[in-house]
């Protein structure tokens, strides 16, 4: 039983470059969401699904782009890396909102 | 509107010795829920606990436990008998019940001393 699983674990990216995050989970749960973890900042809540068809913003969603077309699979797009994406991704699943997520071990990205 | 405040950024305790962590949390919602996740020094997140706002029973689960008193808006989280293993940064969570948004403190780092 995999979970969630994110790739890659780590990535390097000039200013300006695209890439896509990638998170699948195979436990069947509707609602996936998408973190960034800095230090002193906690964990904060880029995008969410409750569904496939369904996206909606979190805290800190401008410079990401989400879709969810199948209940596995949730990637993360960026669009143009700045500097200050870089952080430590975690892409985490549950089976609906109020139930405890849970969570891939995290991309670290760095955008030079 | 839902926020979450961990005071303690760093806490150092040496083995054997209990600790408590706080979490205060603030929400206009008289419905929510309440979590701690455990991140370990290889970086993964852990559930630990879900508390829903109608139950104020306190939570025992072995050398962990948590209080929990909607008076005081507070989920405070006690490690007896610390272990090394211990070591973590510990998160507390809110989530507003029908609300999507799961809300993170910023946490508090627990290093337990051999």
């Known amino acids: 039983n995999a979970g969630v699983t994110q790739t890659p674990k780590f990535q390097v990216l000039k200013t300006g470059q695209s890439m896509t995050l990638q998170c699948a989970q195979d436990?069947?749960?509707?609602?996936m969401s998408w973190y960034r973890q800095d230090p002193g900042m906690g964990l904060r809540l880029i995008h969410y699904s409750v569904g496939a068809g369904i996206t909606d913003q979190g805290e800190v969603p401008n410079g990401y782009n989400v879709s969810r077309s199948t209940t596995e699979d949730f990637p993360l797009r960026l669009l143009s890396a700045a500097p200050s994406q870089t952080s430590v991704y975690f892409c985490?699943?549950?089976?609906?909102?109020?139930?405890?997520?849970?969570f891939g071990d995290g991309t670290r990205l760095s955008i030079l | 509107a839902q926020k979450v405040t961990q005071a303690q950024t760093e806490i150092s305790v040496v083995e054997k010795e209990d600790v408590t962590l706080d979490c205060v949390y603030e929400?206009?919602?008289?419905?929510?829920?309440l979590f701690w996740y455990k991140q370990p020094p290889s970086g993964e997140l852990v559930f630990l606990i879900r508390?829903?706002?109608?139950?104020?029973q306190n939570e025992i689960s072995g050398r962990y436990s948590w209080n929990f008193q909607k008076s005081t808006s507070s989920f405070n989280f006690t490690i007896t008998a610390s272990q090394v293993v211990d070591s973590a940064v510990y998160f507390c969570?809110?989530?507003?019940?029908?609300?999507?948004?799961?809300?993170f403190g910023t946490g508090t780092r627990l290093t337990i001393i051999p």
């Open positions: 969570a809110l989530r507003n019940f029908g609300n999507e948004k799961l809300t």
């Open positions: 985490a699943s549950s089976y609906d909102s109020n139930q405890p997520q849970h």
């Open positions: 436990m069947n749960h509707e609602y």
């Open positions: 508390r829903n706002s109608f139950d104020e």
């Open positions: 929400t206009r919602d008289t419905t929510y829920y």
